[in-house]
C-alpha cells in the first residue's frame, strides 16, 4: 500500500524567508532517502533539502525563486505505507519531524577552502567535500542530459554566480566532483579562449577520462618543461588560425651537388652544410617578394616586417625548440650554416636564451634529415606561414619530353589563410622552389 505524504522545509535556523534557487526533481521522479529535492538560498548559505525517505514524486509545489521558510509545502511524495510505518522518525518529514531533527547549515555562503563549509549542526547544506547525490532535474537550464553534475551546493552556487555551465566543467576532486578550483580553472580557460563576432567560442566535449589502468598497466611521466609550453603554443595556433598546407617539390639536383662541393671545404672549418642553410637563404627573396609571407596579424591591421629573422625547428630530448637566426637577408650560406650549428647545440644542450628564441619572422621546420614524404608544419604564431622539409628523393621527372632521375625535395607550406590566399600560397611555392631549383635567381 502507498500512502501520500507532503515533504516539507524543515527547520532551516533564523531565516524566515529563503529562496528557491534550484528546484532538483519533477513529478514521476523517483527519489531516494537522501535524494536532494530543491536547493535553498540565504544570505549566508545554499542548503540542499534532501528527501526524509523513498517516494515517487506526485506534485512540486514550489518553483525556481519563491520564498519559502519553515514548513512551506515542498512536494507530495507516494511512499510505501510499509516502508514508511517502519521508519518512523523519516517517515513524514513534516516541520514537526524537521524540529525533532534540526536541519540547520550555518555554512558560510563563500567558504575559503571546501572544508570551512562544515556546519555546525546536522546539515542541510552539505559539506563541500560531501558530494551531492545526482538526482533527475527539473530545470531545464541547469542540465539537458538529466544527470546533475556532481558539485557540492556551495560549488553550484559559484559556478552560477560565474555564469558556468556546470554540464561542461570537467571535475577532478573525488569520483569525478565538481571543486571550486575547477569552476576557476573552466572559467579561466573561458576567459582566455577568443570569441568570434557571435560569441560562440569552441563549445568542446570535457577531455575523455579514461581509467588506464583497467586496461593494463601504465606509467605515467610528467611532460617536461618545453613540451608543457609547447602544448599550449600548439593548442592555441592549431584552433585559433584556419591552416591550410600547399605542397610542391623543388629540383634540387644541381643544388644537392654544389652543396656537397662546398661541404668539403666548409668541413675544414668544422661547418655542415645542409640544404636547410640553402632554404634560409632562398626565403629571402621570396619574403620580400610576397611581403605578406613576412607578417604578423595584429587586429585588423598586418605589420610588414622590414627585417628578415628566421626560426628553425630544432629537435630536442625535452621537445621541440624554435631558435631564431637573425638577418638571415645580410648573411651568406656559410655563416648561416656556421650559426645554425651553434643554435642547434645549444638548442639541444637546453642553454638558449631568451633572445635566441624571440624576433621570428618565419619558421622552417626540416624532418628530411629523419624521413617521410610531406606533413603539415603548425604555424608559429604570431608569424603567419611556416614550411615543412621532406626527405629528398631521386624521381623519374620529365623534361623536355624525355624522362630523367631528378633529386626531388619535398615541401609544404602552411599559411594563414585569412592573410595569405590559395593563390598567393601557390605563387610563393613556385617561386621558391624555383630558386632552389637555380640558386642564381636568389641573387636577383
Ligand atoms: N633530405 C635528405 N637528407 C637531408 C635533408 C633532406 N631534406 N635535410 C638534411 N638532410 C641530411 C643532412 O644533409 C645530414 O646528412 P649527413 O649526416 O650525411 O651530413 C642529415 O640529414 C642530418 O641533418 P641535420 O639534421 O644534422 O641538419 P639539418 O640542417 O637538416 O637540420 C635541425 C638541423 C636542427 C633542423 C635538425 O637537426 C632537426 O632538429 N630537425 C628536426 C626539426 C623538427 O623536429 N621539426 C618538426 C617540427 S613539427 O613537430
Given at each position: 500500500?502507498?500512502k501520500?505524504?507532503e515533504?516539507?522545509?524543515p ?7 529563503v529562496?528557491v534557487?534550484?528546484?532538483l526533481?519533477?513529478?514521476g521522479?523517483?527519489v531516494?532517502?537522501e ?8 544570505d ?5 533539502v534532501p528527501a526524509?525517505?523513498?517516494?515517487v ?11 519559502v521558510g ?7 511524495l507516494?511512499?510505501?505505507?510499509a516502508?514508511?510505518e517502519?521508519?518512523p ?12 531533527t534540526?536541519?540547520?547549515?550555518d555554512?558560510p ?6 572544508k570551512?563549509s562544515?556546519?555546525q549542526?546536522a ?12 538526482a533527475?532535474?527539473a530545470?531545464?537550464?541547469e542540465t539537458?542530459s538529466?544527470?546533475l553534475?556532481?558539485a557540492s ?10 555564469g558556468?555551465?556546470l ?8 569520483k ?7 569552476v ?5 580557460a573561458?576567459?582566455s579562449?577568443?570569441?568570434g ?8 566535449l570535457?577531455w575523455?577520462?579514461?581509467?588506464f589502468?583497467?586496461f593494463?598497466?601504465?606509467?605515467s611521466?610528467?611532460?617536461?618543461r618545453?613540451r ?5 603554443n600548439?593548442a592555441?595556433?592549431?584552433?585559433m588560425?584556419p ?14 651537388e654544389?652543396r ?5 671545404d ?7 652544410v645542409?640544404m ?14 610576397f611581403a605578406?609571407?613576412?607578417?604578423s ?6 605589420i610588414?616586417k ?10 630536442t630530448p ?15 650560406v ?9 643554435l642547434s ?7 638558449l636564451k ?5 624576433g ?7 624532418l ?12 608559429n604564431?604570431?608569424?603567419v ?13 620529365y623534361?623536355d619530353g ?16 585569412r592573410v595569405?590566399?590559395g593563390?598567393?600560397?601557390?605563387r610563393?611555392i613556385?617561386?621558391f622552389?624555383?630558386?632552389l631549383?637555380?640558386?642564381r635567381?636568389?641573387?636577383l
Open positions: 500500500m502507498s501520500l505524504v515533504i516539507k522545509v527547520d532551516i535556523g533564523d531565516f524566515d524567508e529562496a534557487i534550484e528546484v526533481v519533477k513529478p521522479d523517483t531516494a532517502v535524494t536532494p529535492l530543491i536547493t535553498l538560498e540565504s549566508k548559505a545554499t542548503m540542499d526524509p525517505q523513498a517516494g514524486v506526485k506534485e512540486v509545489k514550489v518553483h525556481l525563486g519563491d520564498k519553515e514548513g512551506a509545502a515542498i512536494l507530495t507516494e511512499v510505501d505505507e516502508a514508511a517502519t521508519k522518525d523519516t517517515a513524514v518529514a513534516s516541520a514537526d519531524s524537521a524540529k525533532k534540526p536541519l540547520v547549515g555554512t555562503a563563500e567558504p575559503k577552502t571546501e570551512t562544515e556546519p549542526r546539515p542541510i547544506a552539505q559539506p563541500a567535500d560531501t558530494p551531492t547525490v545526482a533527475p532535474q530545470d531545464p537550464s539537458q538529466g544527470a553534475p556532481h551546493p556551495s560549488v553550484r552556487k559559484f559556478a552560477r554566480e560565474l558556468a555551465d554540464r561542461r566543467v570537467h571535475g577532478r576532486g573525488p569525478g566532483r565538481i571543486l571550486r578550483e575547477d576557476q580553472r573552466f572559467v579561466k573561458e576567459l579562449t577568443p570569441r563576432a557571435g560569441g560562440a567560442g569552441l563549445d568542446l570535457p575523455p577520462k579514461v581509467e589502468t583497467k593494463g598497466a601504465v606509467e611521466r610528467p611532460l617536461s618545453i608543457k609550453l609547447s602544448k599550449a600548439l592555441r595556433n592549431w584552433v588560425i591552416h591550410v598546407t600547399q605542397f610542391d617539390e623543388a629540383d634540387v639536383t644541381e643544388l644537392e654544389f656537397k662541393e662546398i661541404n668539403q666548409a668541413a675544414k672549418d668544422g661547418i655542415k645542409t636547410l642553410c640553402f632554404i634560409l637563404k632562398a626565403l629571402v627573396p621570396a619574403l620580400t617578394r605578406e609571407f613576412n607578417g596579424l595584429d587586429g585588423d591591421n598586418l610588414l622590414k627585417y628578415f629573422h628566421l626560426g628553425f625547428a630544432v629537435d625535452d621537445g621541440l625548440v624554435v631558435p631564431v637566426l637573425r638577418d638571415v637577408d645580410k648573411k651568406g656559410l655563416q648561416i650554416a656556421r650559426e645554425m650549428g651553434e647545440v645549444r638548442a639541444r644542450e637546453g642553454k631568451a633572445a635566441d628564441i624571440q621570428g619572422c618565419f619558421t622552417v621546420s626540416s628530411g634529415g629523419i624521413g617521410g614524404t610531406a606533413f603539415t608544419p603548425i604555424i604564431a604570431p608569424e606561414a611556416i614550411l615543412g622539409v621532406s626527405k629528398l628523393a631521386q624521381k623519374p621527372v623534361r624525355v624522362l630523367v632521375p631528378r633529386l626531388m625535395l619535398p615541401l609544404s607550406l602552411s599559411y594563414d589563410h595569405i590566399d593563390a598567393m600560397a601557390a610563393f613556385t617561386y622552389s624555383g630558386e631549383g637555380d640558386m635567381r636568389a641573387l
